[in-house]
């Protein structure tokens, strides 16, 4: 079965950073836009940004805009999402997925082969 695996999660103070990295270990990420969603306990699963197969075009969540940053390297196989400044607002489970098109806003039910998410802590 396709899917994707994140990694890159953790515990973080307030202010610091991370990067997450989204691979897939079956398919060609360069097929496809990859978008980044968040849940957040007790929350519906949001989406955080997206970049489209070439990385020309990208999308944020207002919430993040300023702060996060996705990229790709498609020789890797890999998208990143840079994370700075991050507060414990940002606390949540971390995905990515797959689709066709990088558009806005990004729906969780248009994307596909799901991870099982890495787990990002902003606390003191």
């Known amino acids: 079965q396709l899917h994707v695996v994140e990694s890159g999660g953790g515990l973080v103070q307030p202010g610091g950073s991370l990067r997450l990295s989204c691979t897939a270990p079956k398919f060609d990420l360069e097929l496809y836009a990859i978008g980044w969603f968040r849940q957040a306990p007790g929350k519906e699963r949001e989406g955080v940004s997206c970049i489209s197969p070439s990385g020309g075009n990208t999308n944020y969540a207002d919430s993040v805009k300023g702060r996060f940053t996705i990229s790709r390297d498609n020789a890797k196989n890999t998208v990143y999402l840079q994370m700075n400044s991050l507060t414990p607002e940002d606390t949540a489970v971390y995905y990515c997925?797959?689709?066709?098109?990088?558009?806005?806003?990004?729906?969780?039910?248009?994307?596909?082969?799901w991870g099982q998410g890495t787990r990002v802590t902003v606390s003191s």
């Open positions: 997925a797959a689709e066709a098109r990088c558009k806005w806003p990004v729906l969780a039910r248009e994307y596909d082969y």
